[in-house]
Structures are given as structure tokens and as C-alpha cells.
């Protein structure tokens, strides 16, 4: 966190609720067991947005706030590039306020308000732009695309993954810390196809004992910005659209899963979704017009 906070102390807890300053907020908050979560890269991540929140209005008491400082903060962020990003920082913000609220510390959360619209929920992967950056990768990144296309896990995911988390045995690979930790209150298991089993054993026999599965050309773990930046160079390189995401290889997997007539349940827990509810995001049908061709014929009989 990049602003020191002050630690709360019992004498916080008195009166003058309306004095409160940002800082005094975010401090209690982040004191609370549980509430940055249980997930290291996810707690960081809150952790640095609340910090660079305090730099900006640390100061300043709570009452006198209104939404509009929230949007206009979250607005100078030159660096959020995409509106999920904007919408998570909001979101973030929000949280420790609303936590805030509960026990009692100011009375209302001065940011009840500020909404950020939501990005797009991305697309699949073709076939074709798969082959594409499959030719284009150096081998280090090729391996990345492979586990991600034939497991359909989350880029970071693949990245935390170390040789104690795999169990090629059984086929899968289980990692504690995830996530969806905090909803589904369950390990994450991705499970292995064929493919992925071969190249998870050939990565298994290169890696240190206690290291990460995949690693970069310097044998480091993957941080999500080198990632990024390698998709964006290939992408320039192979003349292909900027909404094709990392994530797309995930798209790609639950988009195939349904198509090849899996239940529902069984695309979630393999995408490890709690539920239902995030499914469609992942199902991309509208240009696959032989499968639906297909599908009305099914249909009608």
C-alpha cells in the first residue's frame, strides 16, 4: 500500500462520527480479518487502490465528500484502459465504505451513487486466430496459450500454479488460493485433458521442486503486464483485432463445451463458476452458424 495508514485504536471508536477523514476509514477497514480477502494477489490489489485512494483525499473529512469525488478520482486514472477495470476500482472504494457503514464507524457512505458502466463481456477465440499466435509465440508463451485454450482456467490461474499444486495421477491441478475462493469457499480444481497432461509432465520435469509450472524466458513466474504486453505484440504482428484477450482462450473452452453438448453444471465447475449465472458470458454462439443450423434441425425432430 503506498500511503501509511494509522493504525485504529480503541479511542476511534468514540463519537464524532461525521469527522471522520478517508484515511481513518480505509485504516479501520483494512484492520478488519477478511476484508481484503483470502486470495495474495487480490488483497494486493485492493490494497494498492485503497492506497493510492488515501494519497488522493486522505485528509479530507468524510462528510464533506459527494459521489462526484469518487468518478472524477476514478476519471483521472489515465491508466484504466477498459471499463471493467474503472468498474473494479469503483467497486473496491465503495466496499470499504459500505463496510464502514455497518459497524458503525461514519454514518453513510458518502459515494452512494457513483455508478460505472460495465465493459463488454469479451469474445471466444477462433481457430484460426489460435493457429495464428501459435506460429508467431516464442515457446515460452506458446505454452502459456496451450494450457490456457485446453483448460479454459483463468490467466491467473495458470500463473500462481507451483509443482506442489499438481496431481497428474488424478488429472488436475488444485490451488487453494483463487479467485473465487471467497464465494465458492472450495479449492479450485482444473482438470486436465490429454494434451494439457503432456505438456503439465514435459513443464513439470524443467521446473524447480518448490517453482512455478510456467515460467518466463528468464525462468521467473509470468506477471499479468508481461502477458499482456506479449498478446498486444503478437496481436500487432498477426494483424488480429484488439478485443482478442488472454481471456478469449477461456471464452474459446466454454464456447466449444456447450456446442459439444456438455450440461451446463459441468461447463461451471470446469470453468470454476459457483453457479450458473456467469455461464452466458462465456458462450459465444451467434457466428457459429453451422452448430446452429444444426441445432434447429435437433430442435424440431
Given at each position: 500500500m503506498t500511503a501509511k495508514l494509522r493504525p485504529y485504536s480503541a479511542a476511534d471508536a468514540q463519537p464524532q462520527l461525521s469527522a471522520r477523514t478517508v484515511r481513518e476509514v480505509v485504516t479501520f477497514?483494512?484492520?478488519q480479518e477478511g476484508a481484503l480477502g483470502t486470495h495474495h494477489e487480490?488483497?494486493?490489489?485492493?490494497?494498492?487502490?485503497l492506497g493510492l485512494f488515501v494519497d488522493?483525499?486522505?485528509?479530507?473529512?468524510?462528510?464533506?465528500?459527494?459521489?462526484?469525488h469518487l468518478t472524477n478520482w476514478i476519471g483521472l486514472q489515465s491508466n484504466l484502459r477498459s471499463r471493467?477495470?474503472?468498474?473494479?476500482?469503483?467497486?473496491?472504494?465503495?466496499?470499504?465504505?459500505?463496510?464502514?457503514v455497518k459497524l458503525g464507524l461514519i454514518d453513510k457512505n458518502p459515494f452512494v451513487g457513483a455508478t460505472f458502466p460495465s465493459g463488454d463481456d469479451g469474445r471466444d477465440m477462433t481457430d484460426a486466430e489460435f493457429g495464428k499466435l501459435l506460429k508467431l509465440s516464442r515457446p515460452n508463451f506458446r505454452r502459456v496459450l496451450l494450457f490456457l485454450r485446453y483448460t479454459g482456467c483463468r490467466p491467473g490461474e495458470m500463473r500462481s500454479i507451483v509443482i506442489s499444486?499438481?496431481?497428474?495421477p488424478n488429472r488436475c491441478i488444485t490451488l487453494r488460493s483463487h479467485k473465487t475462493a471467497e464465494k465458492t469457499h472450495k479449492p479450485r480444481r482444473i482438470i486436465l485433458d490429454h494434451t494439457a497432461v503432456k505438456l503439465t509432465r514435459w513443464l513439470m520435469r524443467r521446473a524447480k521442486p518448490s517453482g512455478h509450472l510456467f515460467v518466463n524466458s528468464y525462468g521467473r513466474a509470468w506477471s499479468k503486464t508481461a502477458l499482456c504486453k506479449h498478446l498486444r505484440d503478437l496481436r500487432t504482428k498477426a494483424g488480429l483485432p484488439t478485443d482478442l484477450k488472454l481471456y478469449s482462450c477461456r471464452h474459446a473452452f466454454g464456447t466449444h463445451a456447450i456446442m459439444n453438448g456438455l450440461p451446463s453444471l459441468t461447463v461451471a465447475e470446469l470453468l470454476g463458476h459457483s453457479g450458473l449465472d456467469s455461464i452466458s458470458r462465456y458462450v459465444h454462439l451467434a457466428n457459429k452458424g453451422e452448430h446452429l443450423l444444426a441445432a434447429i434441425e435437433q430442435a424440431l425432430k
Open positions: 477497514y483494512v484492520k487480490s488483497r494486493m490489489e485492493r490494497l494498492r487502490i488522493h483525499c486522505g485528509d479530507s473529512p468524510v462528510d464533506r465528500l459527494r459521489p462526484f471493467w477495470t474503472r468498474k473494479r476500482w469503483g467497486g473496491t472504494i465503495q466496499v470499504a465504505f459500505n463496510a464502514a499444486d499438481i496431481d497428474l
